[in-house]
């Protein structure tokens, strides 16, 4: 049974390297250890005398949910740390499990950047109240500490979804619990940037994104400027 939809989206990295002043987000993005993703306006840009079509990529969007305590929660409030999103639901039979635990170990490895990352799983059930979402934490022994479980309207969440480059919507097929949706964790920079996606079922996919969020961590002090 397919679970998890995901837009194909291409990864591209800019290969300009003109010695002319650019701007910071374009030069960020050109001397980036991680590659850009997600949504690009075209901008010209002169190199070696000549214009050339560049991608400039753009940060996603900032939103706002209630979280597992019942305090609002606003993303734009953790620039400056690097987040990794999934989008869940607590009913879940199949791949939420999985993705839970494979969160978990991420976030265990990398504890000694609790100050510098956030984990955030988005519910997309509306009967998934805080306190509900606190029982699954419980239910998980999950250490919350810079770990956000955020719920909404569920209209808004899909928006999210959408912008985020995953597909969340209903399911007419009784297993799946009124819900299909994507597996995949997205790795965001401290400026909202989407820099890596990762399949949250698979060992080695979430091995990767470990490996990629220490790698994204020595970009810090870009985010500070």
Not at 18 to 38: T, V, W
Not at 96 to 115: F, G, H, I, S, Y
Not at 150 to 162: L, T
Request: proline letters at 2%; a negative charge; hydrophobic letters at 30%.
């Amino acid at each position: 049974m397919k679970y998890g939809v995901l837009i194909l989206i291409t990864i591209i990295l800019a290969s300009c390297n003109s010695k002319d002043e650019a701007s910071d987000n374009s030069a960020k993005q050109e001397n980036s250890s991680l590659p850009y993703m997600g949504h690009y306006d075209e901008v010209l840009k002169e190199v070696d005398g000549e214009d050339q079509v560049a991608k400039e990529y753009n940060p996603l969007r900032n939103f706002t949910l209630t979280d597992q305590y019942g305090e609002q929660f606003q993303s734009k409030d953790l620039r400056g740390k690097m987040m990794v999103v999934d989008f869940f639901f607590t009913r879940c039979p199949g791949i939420c499990p999985k993705m839970t635990n494979q969160m978990k170990r991420a976030q265990t490895v990398t504890e000694d950047l609790r100050n510098d990352v956030q984990f955030v799983s988005v519910s997309i059930d509306d009967q998934d109240s805080s306190s509900v979402l606190r029982a699954y934490i419980e239910k998980f022994g999950i250490n919350d500490e810079n770990w956000s479980f955020v719920h909404g309207n569920e209209k808004y969440i899909r928006g999210v979804g959408y912008d985020y480059k995953v597909n969340v919507f209903e399911s007419d097929v009784p297993a799946d619990s009124g819900f299909i949706h994507s597996e995949h964790f997205l790795l965001l920079d401290g400026l909202g940037y989407l820099r890596g996606m990762y399949n949250g079922t698979e060992t080695e996919e979430v091995d990767k994104l470990i490996e990629d969020i220490r790698t994204l961590h020595k970009e810090k002090e870009q985010w500070q400027k």
